[in-house]
């Protein structure tokens, strides 16, 4: 990956179209419910490769990168979900914990990377626990690690979006992206093929007990 410099991610305007007749339309003022193009996913990958080099030379630690990316996905996802309602024509968001943890796993992974996650799943033995499966990142695409990286997955970023996502709709958690043996062990030394993601998701109490209220 190439690293670009600071001066060249800027620009000095707001992005807009031409209409038929010539004139210029802001893309601000555009409606939030207009039909959604497709975008070219390797186009975007490597745009995506693109950040990942950016961010990493301006870290110090390879933690430092991943929290970097988080942090980036934290505020995408912040605003992806009332733009998702918009555009999907949903009236109301939801407010039950499991619906909200499968309109994650659809909804908002089939609008980022046109697929479902491959499996949502809870955590044995915990109310406030759940984690969604990965084979294959589609962030990780394009990204070669060097091995001193150790177990950095760009994942990070996907994982930030999702505690965006759930803030900006009530429900306060922590998500982390780690990397899984296929065998569920976190030892990959004896690992065979591509290990899994998985973005482990711990909802604050006050979410369980106001899933409590709500069942009576």
């Known amino acids: 990956m190439q690293s670009r410099s600071r001066k060249s991610l800027m620009h000095d305007s707001v992005p807009g179209s031409s209409s038929p007749h010539g004139i210029t339309k802001n893309i601000l003022e555009m409606s939030l419910n207009q039909a959604r193009g497709e975008v070219n996913m390797d186009a975007y990958l490597v745009l995506f ?47 039950r914990l499991l619906n909200m943890l499968n309109f994650i796993a659809s909804t908002l992974w089939n609008f980022l990377y046109g697929k479902q996650a491959d499996c949502l799943k809870k955590v044995r033995d915990s ?36 505690n965006g996502v759930l803030d900006s709709a009530g429900f306060p958690a922590e998500v982390t992206a780690k990397v899984l043996a296929r065998n569920g062990d976190e030892d990959l030394s004896q690992q065979q093929g591509q290990p899994l993601t ?19």
């Open 198 to 216: 998985i973005y482990y998701i711990k909802f604050e109490p006050e979410v369980l007990e106001r899933e409590k209220r709500l069942n009576g």
């Open 127 to 162: 109310e406030l626990e759940y984690y969604i499966e990965e084979a294959e990142p589609l962030v990780n695409k394009y990204i070669s690690v060097p091995a001193d990286y150790g177990h950095f997955n760009c994942a990070s970023f996907s994982a930030g979006i999702i």
């Open 49 to 95: 490769s693109e950040l990942v080099s950016y961010c990493r030379d301006r870290v110090e630690s390879v933690m430092a990168l991943q929290e970097k990316l988080a942090q980036l996905g934290y505020r995408i996802g912040r605003r992806a979900l009332e733009l998702i309602l918009a555009r999907e024509k949903v009236s109301r968001r939801e407010t």
